[in-house]
């Protein structure tokens, strides 16, 4: 995770690592006296360095999510025997 490991070296808040039936994620531990602008300052903290951390890795966001897309287009067409979506793809669709 690391973007956790990012976060948590920035120092401005801290969050921790959970996991769900096998499924990684992030978790902030709110209590009865957080306020919605608490959330808004951690929601902002993690945008910020996520983007950071892609655009380190030379990609947006928008490019990021696209080829995630892409890959779970071609992994769920190539489960289907599905060659139309395939070639779909290498026209940049």
């Not at 009865?32 to 608490?38: A, C, S, V, W, Y």
């Amino acid at each position: 995770m690391e973007l956790l490991t990012k976060i948590n070296e920035d120092g401005r808040i801290h969050l921790m690592p959970g996991e769900c039936k096998g499924v990684s994620f992030i978790r902030y531990v709110c209590s009865t006296r957080t306020e919605p602008e608490d959330v808004e300052v951690v929601w902002s903290v993690i945008v910020e360095l996520a983007n950071k951390l892609l655009n380190s890795q030379s990609l947006s966001i928008f490019a990021a999510f696209r080829k995630i897309m892409k890959e779970l287009v071609r992994s769920d067409s190539q489960k289907r025997g599905d060659q139309r979506a395939i070639a779909a793809e290498g026209d940049g669709a």
